[in-house]
């Protein structure tokens, strides 16, 4: 069973900083990942996905990957208090039925 | 927004109940699936489906019952609901099982239950 790991946080961070997060990922197979945001009380909604090494960037987010290190991550630039909610790092299972996801993060941008 | 309602939005019933939720979409997605999200196990999956009357049990089945007899619908039952099963809901549903870029998960806002 693939496992999904992260720092459940909080991680606190003034507005304007970067904010990092974390994800490591147990089976070497896997081929794409995903990031997920989930304010409290809603459903997650897909931020960023990503499937090759290296940096996707998209707006103030970007996603960095490193399969040797079974790696994957998320930078906020310019962070917001509207950032502030859980981020949930997610990955398809063996069988690439459904995806895996992290405990998620939460992130907490103070003004 | 994908077009996906779940029902009921929140339930409060007693130990023992059956209970049903139902996601309904208009995406005319072939997968759909059933998590369970709870503090310090984050979200898990109890069903998918991956087309009529196609379903297979997710990591946290047990307890739980699917069917799917639409295209646009996907109906998960607690046969006789226990207090364990106190959780929020999620119904999602994807194009693809490839999830290629523009074909992600996408969410349904969920149903609070509570059984007591």
């Known amino acids: 069973q693939k496992e999904v790991e992260q720092n459940s946080g909080p991680l606190s961070v003034p507005e304007g900083a970067i904010a990092s997060l974390n994800c490591t990922y147990s089976?070497?197979?896997?081929?794409?990942f995903f990031w997920y945001r989930q304010y409290s009380g809603k459903s997650p909604e897909l931020i960023m996905s990503?499937?090759?090494?290296g940096d996707k960037e998209d707006g103030r987010f970007t996603a960095q990957l490193n399969k040797a290190s079974q790696y994957v991550s998320l930078l906020i630039r310019d962070s917001q208090p509207s950032d502030s909610a859980t981020y949930l790092c997610?990955?398809?299972?063996?069988?690439?039925?459904?995806?895996?996801f992290g405990k998620g993060t939460t992130l907490s941008v103070s003004s | 927004d994908a077009g996906i309602t779940q029902s009921p939005r929140h339930k409060v019933t007693e130990t023992g109940t059956p209970v049903t939720l139902r996601c309904h979409q208009t995406?005319?997605?072939?997968?759909m699936y059933w998590y369970r999200q709870d503090p310090g196990h984050g979200l898990r999956l109890i069903h998918y489906?991956?087309?009529?009357?196609?379903?297979d049990k997710g990591e946290v089945s047990d307890g739980y019952s699917v069917s799917r007899s639409k295209t646009e619908d996907f109906l998960l039952t607690l046969e006789s609901a226990t207090s364990s099963q106190t959780s929020v809901y999620f119904c999602?549903?994807?194009?693809?099982?490839?999830?290629?870029?523009?074909?992600?998960?996408?969410f349904g806002d969920g149903t609070r239950l509570s059984i007591l």
């Open positions: 999602a549903i994807s194009e693809s099982r490839e999830y290629a870029d523009n074909q992600p998960q996408h």
């Open positions: 995406e005319n997605h072939r997968y």
């Open positions: 990503i499937y090759s090494n």
């Open positions: 489906s991956y087309g009529v009357k196609d379903t």
């Open positions: 089976d070497r197979v896997s081929q794409s």
């Open positions: 997610a990955v398809p299972n063996q069988a690439g039925t459904a995806l895996i």
